[in-house]
């Protein structure tokens, strides 16, 4: 093989000629600054700066925050422990430990259900995951508990806020889960009955 010679970067012997591309992009950017340090400071110009914590932040509606399970009418987790949102977590945040349940129309639940916060990167995939909708994230950002330890979310503190920030309530009825699915599941039974009679 033959060896390329690539010639060598032309040499600036003018110092300060250099540098002047290096100077004047720094002046353009420190007058940009100071153009909107001025404006903000006489009010020329609407300020996205939040006050927080004495202004509360509102984020819209898609918002994923803090995890909260939703129970039944007679006041039990909907939760079946069927480790469906476990397995989806990409964190392997979630630990759920099943037990059989005294109603012959439940199989299981879940025994314990903790949340490892600092894992958890709330990208909803558990919300999703979940067949009867009992995990739910709400509209909460605040996550620092008030002791700075629990940062391990058990079953009993999930399932303990009746009220969320918002008007989200953790009781729900049991026809809630996706309704617009509900639909879509019966026309597409339709069609199915459709195609099969050969109306289609």
Known sequence: MGVIK????????????????????????LFVTKMILVKQLFKLEKTETIEWPEEPADYGPRFKGKHFLTKRDDGNVRCTACFLCATACPADCIYIEAGEHKSKTIEKYPVRFEIDILRCVFCGFCEEACPVDAIRLGPEYIMLPA?????????????ART????????????EEK????????????????????GKH
Not at 11 to 24: E, H, K, L, R, S
Not at 163 to 174: C, T, V
């Open 6 to 29: 690539v010639p060598l970067p032309p040499q600036d012997t003018n110092v300060f000629q250099a540098a002047w591309g290096y100077i004047t992009t720094i002046l353009k950017g």
């Open 147 to 159: 002791d700075g330890t629990k940062w391990v979310y058990t079953k009993e503190y999930l399932v």
């Open 163 to 174: 009220s969320l920030n918002g008007g989200i309530q953790s009781i729900k009825d049991e």
């Open 178 to 197: 996706h309704p617009e699915v509900t639909s879509l599941t019966h026309e597409s039974k339709h069609h199915h009955s459709l195609v099969k009679h």
